[in-house]
């Protein structure tokens, strides 16, 4: 990303999903370089996982830009693009850790309880005052239907981030990604698909996603053991909560820096070689996640119809997926000595 020199400035964007894009707005522009949306470029989208090396390290950054340049796609107004770069700002370092901390597990809606405090104490404010707009306007994501739909509806929100992550693990090529993207309209203010058959990949390349990723059994428990790191560290003041809204890499170094044993011990467990099993009669600890599906509404012979009522099977395929992934967890840790010593890959 970079500015020109001219009076007019330009910033010349390439996204590896969208391709190359120009952003001449000057609120866009400016709200692009505050502070408050620089910090999300050291913030992941899957906090420690991404931190580990688990997964991809997209960040925040990387996932409001995409969500801008969707709905930009989609024909949206200047506003709501704006509302797409701001919908993540309140992301704590690690992101939906956090939320574990807090025993947010299966809401992880934190960084929207906390938007309006961080975005008033930030220098957001005073950008988009020097443009006509208050702040106030993008705290509800609900009014702007683009960007921000209730679950399980498409929205530019969790295309973005599914295209993205379906991508780094391997479920879905470049190609797969473009013809779903030609695939979607705008149809009664919402995103909707015109084909079927792209309707039911999207949905099903969604829920592969989460079983892959986001509701994974390994991520879900590396998401554990940092929070209890996290808790830990707040609890005895080795972190404050104004670390919180740092970066990832800063809490991280704060937490290995300290020498207290109980917390070493916590660090160490934190590793891509940690495994984790599925153990009811001596679990080291329960836990429950968010589970994220779709159900696309389909543009079908001048009608808009659920991807679940035009197709039982995929119906059936979602319920079944839901009620193999609900409820408390059972997790056994084996720290990564075990597992050297077990010689499990």
């Given at each position: 990303?970079?500015?020109?020199?001219?009076?007019?400035?330009?910033?010349?964007?390439?996204?590896?999903?969208?391709?190359?894009?120009e952003?001449?707005?000057?609120?866009?522009?400016?709200?692009?370089?505050?502070?408050?949306?620089?910090?999300?470029?050291?913030?992941?989208?899957?906090?420690?996982?991404?931190?580990?090396?688990?997964?991809?390290?997209?960040?925040?950054f990387?996932?409001?830009?995409?969500?801008m340049?969707?709905?930009?796609?989609?024909g949206?107004?200047?506003?709501?693009?704006?509302?797409?770069?701001?919908?993540?700002?309140?992301?704590?370092?690690f992101?939906?850790?956090?939320?574990?901390?807090?025993?947010?597990?299966?809401?992880?809606?934190?960084?929207?309880?906390?938007?309006?405090?961080?975005?008033?104490h930030?220098?957001?404010?005073?950008?988009?005052?020097?443009?006509?707009?208050?702040?106030r306007?993008?705290?509800?994501?609900?009014?702007?239907?683009?960007?921000?739909?209730?679950?399980?509806a498409?929205?530019?929100?969790?295309?973005d981030?599914?295209?993205?992550?379906?991508?780094?693990?391997?479920?879905?090529?470049?190609?797969?990604?473009?013809?779903?993207?030609?695939?979607?309209?705008?149809?009664?203010?919402?995103?909707?698909?015109?084909d079927?058959?792209?309707?039911?990949w999207i949905?099903?390349?969604?829920?592969?996603?989460?079983?892959?990723?986001?509701?994974?059994?390994r991520?879900?428990?590396?998401?554990?053991l940092?929070?209890?790191?996290?808790?830990?560290?707040?609890?005895t003041?080795?972190?404050?909560?104004e670390?919180l809204?740092?970066?990832?890499?800063?809490?991280?170094?704060?937490?290995q820096?300290?020498?207290?044993?109980?917390?070493?011990v916590?660090?160490?467990?934190?590793?891509?070689?940690?495994?984790?099993?599925?153990?009811e009669?001596?679990p080291?600890?329960?836990?429950?996640?968010k589970?994220?599906?779709?159900?696309?509404?389909?543009?079908?012979?001048?009608?808009?119809?659920?991807?679940s009522?035009?197709?039982?099977?995929?119906?059936?395929?979602?319920?079944?997926?839901?009620?193999?992934?609900?409820?408390?967890w059972?997790?056994?840790?084996?720290?990564?000595?075990?597992?050297?010593?077990?010689?499990?890959?």
């Amino acid at each position: 990303m970079g500015r020109n020199d001219h009076s007019r400035q330009v910033i010349e964007y390439y996204d590896r999903i969208y391709g190359p894009a120009e952003i001449d707005e000057p609120v866009l522009v400016d709200v692009l370089h505050t502070r408050a949306l620089q910090r999300l470029r050291d913030v992941l989208q899957h906090g420690i996982s991404g931190l580990l090396g688990v997964t991809r390290p997209t960040s925040r950054f990387e996932h409001s830009v995409g969500v801008m340049l969707l709905v930009r796609r989609m024909g949206a107004s200047v506003t709501e693009q704006l509302a797409a770069l701001l919908h993540d700002v309140s992301h704590t370092a690690f992101s939906h850790v956090i939320d574990y901390v807090y025993g947010g597990y299966d809401s992880q809606c934190y960084h929207e309880v906390m938007k309006e405090t961080y975005i008033a104490h930030s220098d957001l404010p005073e950008v988009l005052a020097r443009y006509g707009y208050n702040w106030r306007e993008f705290l509800d994501e609900h009014r702007f239907s683009l960007l921000e739909r209730p679950a399980p509806a498409l929205c530019a929100d969790r295309l973005d981030y599914f295209f993205r992550d379906s991508f780094d693990l391997g479920l879905a090529s470049w190609d797969d990604i473009q013809q779903a993207l030609k695939s979607l309209v705008v149809y009664q203010n919402q995103i909707v698909v015109t084909d079927l058959v792209v309707a039911r990949w999207i949905a099903d390349t969604y829920m592969a996603a989460d079983h892959a990723s986001w509701a994974s059994f390994r991520e879900v428990g590396l998401y554990e053991l940092c929070a209890q790191a996290i808790r830990y560290g707040l609890e005895t003041g080795v972190i404050g909560q104004e670390d919180l809204w740092s970066t990832d890499a800063q809490v991280w170094q704060k937490l290995q820096a300290c020498p207290d044993e109980r917390l070493r011990v916590l660090l160490q467990l934190i590793s891509p070689q940690t495994r984790f099993v599925w153990d009811e009669d001596h679990p080291s600890f329960c836990v429950s996640t968010k589970l994220r599906t779709v159900d696309p509404h389909v543009l079908w012979n001048g009608r808009l119809h659920l991807l679940s009522e035009v197709d039982p099977t995929y119906a059936a395929r979602r319920a079944a997926y839901l009620r193999s992934k609900q409820g408390r967890w059972p997790m056994r840790v084996i720290p990564p000595q075990e597992t050297v010593d077990r010689g499990v890959d």
